[in-house]
C-alpha cells in the first residue's frame, strides 16, 4: 500500500538557518505530493504540492521537487524563522484512491531566536 | 470567504456514549474527508464524501460511520466510545472530485474519553 517517511524528529536550528526535512514515498500509482503544516492548537495547512515529477512546489520560501526517480520530496527553506516553528507533515494522493491523502508521522521543527 | 468549520472545538465524554462531530466545508466544496489524529498513530484517513456518497473508506471498525448532506455538510459518528478515541478529529474540504487543488482542513474537534 501507499506510504510516508519522514526523517525522525523533533528538529531545532536557530534563526536564519537553513531547513530540509526529507520525505520519501511508496506508491502504486502515480501520486500528487503535498506538504502540511500544523501550528500548535490548529488544524493542517498546506504548505505546497506537486503533482507530477519534476513539479516544484514552493510557498512562504519554503520549497520541494518532486522527485521521481528518488521517490522523494524534500522540503527545504534558505533561512527559517521563529513563525516557522511548527510540524510539518508529507503526504500523498494516490489517483486509484480518490482524494485520501496518507501522512507521514510528522517533524517538530523549532526555531530558535 | 469561510474555512472549514468544525464543531464543537473540545468534548468530553464517558466510554461507551456515542458523540456526533460536525463539519461545515468551504462554500462550493463537495468533497469532504475526515481523519484522526493521535500521537501514536499520526493521522489516519476515515472516509470520504462526495456529492452524499461515501467514496473511500479506512480501515476503521463499524462504529465510526458518516454521511454528508445535500449542502455538503458532513457528520461523523462514534458509537460505544472507547478511551483509545480520544484524539483530534479533522475534517477537511476540496472543489474538485480528485486531489488536484489540496485540502483545506478545519481546526479539529478535541475529543477526550474518559
Known amino acids: 500500500g501507499d506510504s510516508v517517511t519522514q526523517m525522525e524528529g523533533p528538529v531545532t536550528l536557530s534563526e536564519e538557518a537553513f531547513l530540509t526535512i526529507n520525505c520519501t514515498y511508496t506508491?502504486?500509482?502515480?501520486?500528487?505530493l503535498f506538504w502540511y503544516v500544523q501550528y500548535p492548537g490548529e488544524g493542517l495547512q498546506l504548505l505546497l504540492k506537486?503533482?507530477?515529477?519534476?513539479d516544484k512546489g514552493s510557498n512562504k520560501g519554503f520549497e520541494a521537487t518532486y522527485r521521481k526517480e528518488t521517490t522523494s520530496f524534500h522540503l527545504e527553506k534558505g533561512s527559517v524563522q521563529v513563525s516557522d516553528s511548527a510540524v510539518y507533515f508529507c503526504a500523498l494522493s494516490d489517483p486509484g484512491a480518490n482524494s485520501k491523502l496518507t501522512f507521514g508521522k510528522g517533524i517538530t521543527l523549532s526555531v530558535r531566536p | 470567504k469561510a474555512g472549514v468549520t468544525q464543531t464543537p472545538r473540545y468534548l468530553i465524554k464517558t466510554r461507551g456514549q456515542q458523540v456526533t462531530l460536525s463539519c461545515s466545508p468551504i462554500s462550493g466544496h463537495r468533497s469532504v474527508s475526515w481523519y484522526q489524529q493521535t500521537p501514536g498513530q499520526g493521522l489516519q484517513f476515515l472516509f470520504e464524501?462526495?456529492?452524499?456518497?461515501?467514496?473511500n473508506k479506512g480501515n476503521f471498525p463499524g462504529r465510526f460511520s458518516g454521511r454528508q448532506f445535500s449542502n455538503s455538510r458532513s457528520e461523523m459518528n462514534v458509537s460505544t466510545l472507547e478511551l483509545g478515541d480520544s484524539a483530534l478529529y479533522l475534517c477537511?474540504?476540496?472543489?474538485?472530485?480528485?486531489?488536484?487543488?489540496?485540502?483545506?482542513f478545519g481546526s479539529g474537534t478535541r475529543l477526550t474519553v474518559v
Open positions: 477537511a474540504s476540496s472543489l474538485a472530485a480528485d486531489n488536484s487543488y489540496g485540502y483545506t
Open positions: 506508491a502504486t500509482g502515480y501520486p500528487s
Open positions: 506537486a503533482t507530477k515529477a519534476d
Open positions: 464524501y462526495f456529492s452524499e456518497t461515501q467514496r
